[in-house]
């Protein structure tokens, strides 16, 4: 299939805010959009209803204001189901005869607009589900009691720092919440569980070795938890990390491959001659990586010179004015980090610092070559040289 083809050209990085998906919704037409409600600022939340089948499919994204990954991906979504005849039309026939679709692209428009985590109010909403104290969690609960789904798709973004038990980021994680603190699989959940086993299948021709399952610890407050355990089979999708894919636009495109999958199998029932088994062999998200891993660097020292492995992680700074964002370095780890990876691994014996390197601390590094050449720099966090 042709991704390019259905992608949004609108949304290009992760920095769009609510007015430009509001711009989205009424070229779509929005009179097709439902306003469910609006946010603790008053931006609208909207929900669009695609298809006309007796399975209900309940698609949501931007909980958290700066996970917009999926946001965008939806939108492509949209784009393949809204758009004329071609090739793929048998397939969007198929899921549309037999689905009804549901989708709720934003469910954070002021925590888009600041490119926070929390809503206006400072609350996670998806930690808001039993207090119910943001407009926008009570507004996504009456959604689900209102719809009654029989799936749920719940989108985030995870940290960029997941890596595979062999060491590879991740890309997409996958989780059949639980809807109990015993973590049993009920019927309820194994209908999740088979259909992430389909999607899976279909990214492994993309992403080998780059796909993991998150933590199933149980969240009484989350809102998958609890929707698993009234009736709807939930699948959380977290999009991780990828190679010089700041913008997530690369696993933008695996949201797209792996819901039209879901949806697809939904259709046809295929999801259920699948094995829960496949499910539970999936790895486990792990925190072994760093952005960069410098391998080797001699620390010149007073009482005596000797080597350090040095991992540093960056976290992003927004700006609101200029609606960009920066990168802060920090030292993360120092010592023998033969069993951690990174995106970026270099091998540094050639090079030496000739001053102590500080922990969790924003970065000031100096990286000198055996001719005292300056080659890596960092001053107070900020990357200053590339080598």
Request: aromatic fraction near 12%; include cysteine.
């Amino acid at each position: 299939m042709n991704y390019e083809k259905y992608k949004s050209t609108a949304l290009k990085n992760r920095l769009f805010t609510w007015r430009d998906i509001d711009k989205l919704i009424h070229q779509i037409g929005i009179n097709q959009w439902q306003t469910l409600g609006t946010s603790y600022l008053g931006k609208p939340i909207r929900m669009l209803r695609i298809g006309t089948g007796p399975i209900k499919i309940m698609v949501w994204s931007q909980m958290h204001g700066n996970e917009p990954t999926a946001t965008a991906a939806i939108f492509d979504i949209i784009n393949f189901f809204t758009a004329g005849a071609d090739e793929n039309q048998n397939l969007r026939d198929i899921i549309l005869n037999n689905c009804n679709l549901y989708f709720i692209p934003l469910v954070n428009p002021d925590g888009a607009e600041t490119f926070t985590r929390n809503n206006a109010q400072n609350i996670d909403i998806n930690r808001d589900y039993l207090a119910q104290q943001s407009p926008e969690g009570k507004i996504l609960k009456q959604a689900r009691e209102d719809i009654k789904p029989d799936f749920c798709f719940n989108m985030h973004d995870q940290s960029t720092l997941y890596c595979t038990p062999n060491k590879q980021p991740v890309a997409m994680a996958f989780l059949a919440p639980p809807h109990d603190a015993t973590l049993q699989v009920n019927w309820v959940r194994e209908q999740a569980i088979k259909v992430i086993v389909c999607m899976v299948q279909a990214l492994q021709i993309h992403i080998p070795q780059h796909i993991a399952r998150f933590n199933d610890a149980f969240e009484p407050r989350a809102f998958g938890d609890n929707f698993q355990k009234y009736g709807s089979s939930t699948i959380l999708i977290e999009s991780g990390g990828w190679l010089n894919d700041d913008e997530k636009q690369v696993i933008r495109k695996y949201n797209f491959i792996a819901l039209l999958k879901a949806f697809e199998v939904i259709a046809k029932q295929s999801y259920q001659n699948k094995d829960v088994i496949n499910y539970l062999m999936l790895p486990e998200n792990q925190k072994n990586i760093f952005h960069i891993l410098f391998k080797n660097v001699l620390i010149k020292s007073k009482k005596r010179d000797y080597r350090l492995d040095i991992g540093l992680n960056y976290t992003e700074k927004f700006n609101a004015k200029t609606r960009t964002l920066s990168k802060n370095w920090h030292v993360e780890e120092v010592g023998d980090l033969s069993n951690h990876t990174a995106y970026q691994i270099i091998e540094a014996s050639e090079y030496y610092i000739d001053k102590p390197v500080k922990l969790f601390q924003l970065a000031n590094l100096q990286l000198f070559d055996n001719k005292h050449i300056l080659i890596y720099s960092w001053a107070k966090g900020v990357n200053k040289k590339n080598g």
